[in-house]
């Protein structure tokens, strides 16, 4: 389907309200109408964050077109079976940004990601949504962070801002900047300055598709 028809769509399969969910992706009521009616196009990001209030992700068919994709809801009931040589650890999604903060976030997530036993004790799972990491993340790949690992510059790197947005990007530093570069050259570089930044943690390991 197109953008615009994706739009409609969550209106009239969403219980929330218009508002509600300009709210939930950080947008105001007025560019949600702006969507409905054409005028302007929505971000990727705010399509993937709208996908997932709604149980999907979005596999990108174009710029324009996209399909939907149900996603299936863990069952934390369930026994999480690790094999010998990993561990579990807690994945949050990128298209949650927005709705909780990092760290907070992580205490709410109740899906879990087997990783091998030698990566840090408090790393933990990024589920990448969307194509903007493309061709080195793909959509449904899970990233690796730790916090207590030490950043290093120009390497591909999970970025929590402190208004909630997180981003999976190649990360520069220089002068008191972090310049955030997608893999994918669709998309255009996003600059922010130290002090918007809550974490910049380098990936450690990759699940692909889990």
């Not at 769509?9 to 007025?30: F, H, M, P, W």
């Not at 790949?141 to 909630?164: E, Q, T, Y």
Request: proline share 6%; aromatic share 10%; glycine share 4%.
């Amino acid at each position: 389907m197109l953008k615009v028809d994706f739009i409609k769509y969550c209106i009239d399969n969403s219980t929330k309200s218009i508002q509600e969910l300009a709210n939930e992706i950080g947008i105001t009521r007025v560019n949600f109408y702006s969507w409905l009616s054409g005028k302007t196009s929505p971000k990727k990001t705010n399509i993937n964050k709208l996908a997932q209030i709604l149980g999907y992700r979005v596999k990108w068919l174009n710029n324009d077109e996209l399909e939907l994709i149900k996603v299936e809801p863990s069952n934390a009931s369930e026994p999480f079976h690790v094999p010998m040589d990993t561990r579990k650890a807690p994945v949050i999604t990128l298209a949650s940004a927005g709705m909780e903060k990092y760290p907070e976030i992580l205490n709410m997530t109740d899906q879990f990601v087997s990783i091998p036993k030698g990566l840090p004790d408090d790393a933990f799972g990024v589920r990448v949504v969307g194509d903007s990491a493309v061709p080195r993340y793909d959509d449904g790949d899970v990233c690796i962070v730790s916090p207590n690992k030490p950043f290093i510059n120009n390497k591909a790197c999970f970025i929590a801002l402190k208004n909630g947005e997180f981003y999976i990007k190649k990360v520069q530093k220089l002068n008191g900047k972090y310049h955030l570069i997608s893999y994918n050259a669709d998309y255009d570089p996003v600059t922010v300055k130290t002090d918007e930044v809550e974490a910049v943690l380098n990936i450690l390991h990759t699940r692909h598709n889990v």
